[in-house]
């Protein structure tokens, strides 16, 4: 029962479906109904459902049918009316064909007018069409011309902007045709040709800057000379750095060239044409001279075709090119200044046009590329003039060189080039200027003192002496009191060298000047080389003077003289250091003159060259001793070498009157002593073999002659006595083998108080042989004789006692 129940609960449910697919399938559009349909097939009650979809159509069909029968008498009865309407409509339709016949022949002609009309329209609208496209071709075309004419003429600038606004306002309106087509196609090749012209303009300007770089230079060094000049005649003290000449007054006289060298500019040179005015007192401005259009054409065609960072490295290469040119001495630059001075031009007139371009361009050059030129121009600088000043010797030159330094590193200080390294090398140039003054001056010294007559100035009026005293600081109030005609105790060399150590002074601080230096340095500086000048080249000056082979003792003396006096007047020279300068000897750190040292070492090696030449002519006087050993016989006189001998000394210490005492003594007694150690060489010397008793009291006459000169005091100063103990040794010795004193000699010998205490047991011995060969020898009969017997035992037993106080005393 309850299955019946499901299945006819299952059935009305599924009739209620079919239902209302039916509807839907009713009121749906045919190309919507497969998702009905489908939901029909996907279902079980497919019989079911087609059984009432017949059902409907059935139905459907009787309601059709239904409506049919009762519309058809409607139906019918238009039929009939229709069939009635035909014929008139054949009538009407025969009636049209005629009246269209007829419509056809008459509108014939106005059709023929209506052609032509047309025709006439339509000319007319072509020719209307014809004119627009002309009108507006025709700019392109009067562009095109202007561009071509620009080219002609070589603006090539204002070429490229008519090429501009041909490109991309005029062409792209008529780009249909086929004369725009190939204009298209030249506006790359047109481009590339205002490139290369630019280009070909732009090596132009920088082969002209190339070659006329140093008149730029020179002219911008001369601006800098003339600010320099106004900056010391205004401020009347020396220029410094702040004083300078700014680098916005530099730059004033760009103001208006901006608005002529604008890159519409036509002017295409390089340089323009400037008359050298030497005479006038302006000076044109060095960027005056040049014409920079080139490079701003350039530029902005570069700007504008889209190849600016091309442009920027072709011109940054193509400087730095010319820079390694620029920087390349010459090799003989150091011969002439001119050589440096074009050097320097060239310099200054690259950094004048770089800087230049710099302020006036955006970006074409920058200060990191500047910075980077500059750091090579420096070091290559710095490093060629390291090398050919080196080759300079005229200390002119080398003074004119630094100046010229000077300015080149004031001026291109002016346009903000950092140049300390510029002035450091100067003090390195200052060193080899210093090296060149001292050979100069050692010239000038040899000059001197070889060109003096090494005697006392004499003056014979109050004028001359004045004018001596005025060249060097003497002052002597005995000599002031002295009548006319006198003599000062010095030389001419004198003044003269005093003299010239003051222009050396004054040369060393012509170097000095625009260097920045301080009073302390300055002062420093010219001690130090003064200094050098007084111990190397006065000093070697003097020196070789005294070492000279032919130098004669009154020269000798007049030297010892000048030098002391030389030495007395270094206080004078500090005091004119201190003068110019205006730095007190007592400030820290001042560097002390050495002058006093110099003058010293000079008089002593004068002192010995003294002593070394008056033992030399004594040598001399000796050589011409004749001495005849074996003589019996006795002149009563002295010897005729040793009395022209003592004649020349006395003579020579006669002009010793001006020496320093102690200088004359130590010269007198080193003389006394030498004649006397001579002497005593010449007695015992081993070819000397024999000599007689009567040889040697001749001997003592000439020993005696120089005891008489040293009692007589050839020089003043000495104690009694005390030259004459350059003789001891002699007389002592003389005195024991004239007196034939042996008993005494060989009783007291090495007692502190014996008479014979300078006698020297081995120098006795050795007079004693020869004495005792003579003895044999005298005559062949003497061993017949007595008293030569006893003699000769005598002389053997004295000899035999020496030998024996020898070998005592040695051991």
Not at 99 to 111: A, C, F, M, W
Not at 219 to 232: F, V
Not at 476 to 493: A, G, R, V
Request: some cysteine; glycine content about 4%; hydrophobic content about 35%.
């Amino acid at each position: 029962m309850e299955r019946a129940k499901m299945a006819e609960a299952e059935s009305l449910e599924s009739a209620a479906e079919h239902e209302r697919i039916l509807r839907e399938i009713e009121s749906t559009d045919t190309a919507c109904i497969g998702p009905t349909l489908r939901s029909v097939y996907d279902g079980e009650e497919h019989g079911r459902f087609m059984e009432k979809l017949e059902t409907r159509i059935r139905n459907h069909d009787r309601e059709i049918e239904k409506m049919c029968n009762f519309h058809y008498q409607g139906f019918v009865d238009s039929i009939t009316e229709l069939l009635k309407v035909r014929g008139e409509a054949q009538k009407l339709k025969n009636q049209v064909t005629d009246t269209n016949r007829k419509l056809q022949q008459e509108g014939k002609e106005l059709v023929i007018a209506m052609e032509e009309l047309k025709q006439c329209r339509l000319q007319q609208r072509n020719i209307s069409a014809t004119v627009d496209k002309l009108m507006l071709c025709l700019p392109v075309l009067e562009m095109y011309s202007k561009l071509r004419d620009q080219m002609k003429t070589k603006r090539h600038y204002p070429a490229l902007k008519t090429l501009e606004h041909l490109e991309h306002t005029y062409l792209p309106q008529v780009s249909h045709y086929r004369f725009c087509k190939v204009m298209v196609d030249n506006i790359p090749k047109l481009r590339e040709e205002i490139k290369d012209v630019s280009m070909s303009d732009l090596k132009d300007f920088l082969e002209s800057i190339r070659k006329h770089s140093d008149k730029i230079g020179e002219t911008a060094m001369k601006q800098a000379q003339q600010q320099r000049n106004l900056d010391n005649i205004v401020l009347q003290q020396p220029r410094i750095g702040s004083k300078r000449k700014s680098k916005k007054d530099a730059y004033t006289i760009f103001d208006t060239e901006m608005e002529s060298t604008s890159p519409k500019s036509e002017q295409d040179s390089g340089i323009l044409d400037v008359e050298d005015e030497e005479d006038d007192e302006e000076v044109p401005g060095a960027q005056d001279l040049v014409d920079f259009s080139p490079v701003y054409r350039c530029l902005h065609i570069y700007s504008v075709l889209g190849a600016r960072e091309t442009f920027e490295n072709y011109y940054r290469k193509q400087r730095r090119k010319q820079a390694r040119l620029v920087l390349q001495p010459p090799s003989n630059m150091h011969e002439t200044l001119d050589g440096y001075r074009k050097y320097f031009n060239q310099i200054v007139g690259f950094f004048v046009v770089e800087d230049h371009i710099l302020h006036t361009t955006q970006g074409l050059v920058n200060r990191a590329y500047i910075d980077e030129l500059w750091e090579m121009a420096l070091s290559k600088t710095i490093a060629a003039l390291r090398t050919h000043s080196s080759y300079c010797s005229d200390p002119n030159l080398v003074l004119d060189l630094k100046n010229l330094i000077v300015l080149f590193a004031d001026t291109l200080q002016v346009y903000g080039f950092p140049v300390n390294q510029l002035f450091d090398m100067l003090l390195e140039v200052r060193d080899q200027y210093s090296e060149t003054l001292l050979k100069k001056w050692a010239g000038i010294f040899r000059n001197i003192l070889d060109s003096d007559n090494y005697s006392p100035i004499p003056v014979t009026s109050e004028d001359t002496y004045k004018k001596v005293v005025g060249q060097f600081p003497f002052q002597d109030t005995e000599l002031e009191k002295q009548p006319f005609p006198k003599k000062f105790p010095f030389s001419e060399f004198v003044p003269k060298v005093y003299n010239e150590i003051k222009e050396f002074i004054y040369a060393c601080l012509k170097f000095s000047e625009d260097l920045h230096l301080s009073s302390t340095e300055v002062d420093d500086m010219i001690r130090k080389s003064t200094n050098l000048l007084l111990t190397r080249t006065l000093s070697n000056s003097l020196q070789n003077v005294i070492k000279r082979k032919n130098i004669g003792l009154t020269e000798l003396v007049q030297i010892i003289i000048n030098t002391t006096h030389l030495e007395k007047s270094c206080k004078y020279l500090e005091e004119f250091i201190t003068n110019i300068t205006n730095v007190l000897p007592e400030t820290v750190h001042t560097t002390k003159l050495y002058g006093t040292t110099t003058f010293k070492d000079a008089r002593h090696a004068a002192e010995e060259e003294i002593y070394t030449n008056l033992n030399q002519k004594i040598d001399q006087f000796l050589q011409l001793a004749d001495y005849d050993w074996m003589t019996g016989d006795l002149d009563n006189k002295a010897s005729d070498y040793l009395i022209d001998l003592i004649a020349f000394l006395r003579s020579t210490f006669a002009v010793f009157t001006h020496l320093p005492g102690k200088v004359a003594q130590t010269a007198c007694m080193s003389a006394c002593k030498h004649l006397a150690t001579s002497l005593m060489q010449l007695l015992l010397e081993a070819e000397v073999r024999q000599l007689t008793l009567g040889a040697l009291q001749q001997f003592n006459l000439d020993v005696r002659e120089c005891e008489q000169f040293a009692r007589s005091g050839p020089v003043p100063g000495f104690q009694e006595d005390t030259l004459q103990l350059a003789f001891i040794d002699l007389r002592q010795l003389l005195d024991l083998f004239i007196q034939w004193d042996w008993s005494t000699y060989l009783a007291d010998y090495g007692q502190p108080n014996c008479k014979y205490l300078r006698v020297n047991p081995v120098t006795a011995l050795t007079l004693l042989e020869k004495m005792k060969d003579t003895s044999r020898k005298n005559n062949m009969f003497a061993q017949f004789r007595k008293n030569e017997r006893d003699k000769q035992k005598l002389i053997d037993t004295v000899a035999k006692q020496l030998r024996g106080l020898i070998s005592s005393h040695h051991s």
